[in-house]
């Protein structure tokens, strides 16, 4: 199993004037780690359901530039991007651009948006449910076509309609697609049909495996080889001295990477302290 890290939080003591230093330091700490991947939230205000909404948030693919810039290996994205706040074709275009100037390590980390206070509060339209999940599925489609170097014509969806779909310079690697949740009519099946991993809340072994059934069904009704989706989950509780074995359940069910979640105030020392001695612990589960 491999350890990725999603910074949910940045809550320096140093206020925003320390969130910078504080972000370098913990690109450097993740790699010096072993972890393999660096994510950061879609979000503008902070999700009210864990902090204030007033907490510090930034916005993400400036941030994973900034990332970009201070590290050189992990893989880096967004822990998911809302596709309410981008174009898709403009989407397509910011991921390629990160993972050119990351030389090949962007990753488009992408659901259906669901923060309705944040769009409210600034603007930006909330359509309902069933209508997002078809903006989502024409995103897949528009940036895998705008990846395509064979085909920049035109896209015609019933939300999105582009005359030309030109992306220059390409990504250098097209960057691995992971939706997020675990919706199991339409997020799964969205899995099946486009996605190169999913994202699931490791809740528990149980209710993982239950997902990743349903997500093989989706596979067996498109024609997907499930084994070619790479399975993920997020660790909703701090690392502790049993997180090791307590990983042990889920690299059973084929959860090849586990994404954990450092405090705000310290994230880069967490990942030294905490994040760095469970690396080697799960490399050969």
């Known amino acids: 199993m491999k350890i990725g890290v999603h910074q949910i939080a940045f809550t320096v003591p140093e206020g925003a004037a320390g969130i910078a230093p504080e972000l ?24 009210e359901a864990r902090f204030p909404a007033t907490d510090p948030m930034l916005e993400g693919y400036t941030t994973l530039g900034f990332l970009a810039a201070h590290t050189r290996t992990v893989r880096l994205g967004l822990l998911v ?33 669901w923060y309705d206070r944040e769009h409210h509060g600034l603007g930006v339209p909330f359509p309902p449910t069933a209508e997002r999940f078809e903006r989502l599925e024409e995103t897949l489609q528009v940036c895998l076509q705008m990846w395509d170097q064979d085909n920049d014509g035109p896209y015609d969806g019933k939300h999105y309609q582009l005359a030309e779909t030109l992306c220059h310079p390409a990504p250098i690697s097209k960057p691995p697609i992971l939706i997020g949740g675990g919706g199991e009519k339409k997020t799964l099946r969205l899995v099946a049909k486009y996605a190169d991993a999913c994202n699931l809340f490791g809740t528990s072994p149980e209710d993982v495996a239950h997902k990743l059934d349903v997500l093989r069904r989706h596979c067996d009704d498109v024609g997907r080889d499930y084994d070619t989706i790479r399975k993920t989950a997020n660790l909703g509780v701090p690392i502790s001295d049993s997180t090791a074995d307590d990983l042990a359940a889920y690299a059973k069910l084929g959860i090849e990477t586990m994404i954990v979640m450092p405090p705000g105030d310290a994230p880069a020392r967490y990942v030294e302290e905490k994040v760095a001695p469970l690396v080697p612990q799960v490399a050969d589960l």
């Open 24 to 47: 370098a330091r913990l690109g450097a700490a993740v790699e010096a780690a072993g972890a393999t991947h660096l994510s950061v939230m879609d979000h503008y205000f902070q999700m």
């Open 81 to 113: 991007t809302g596709i309410t706040y981008r174009h898709p074709g403009l989407l397509a275009k910011i991921v390629s651009t990160l993972d050119v100037l990351s030389e090949g390590r962007g990753q488009l980390g992408i659901g259906a948006a």
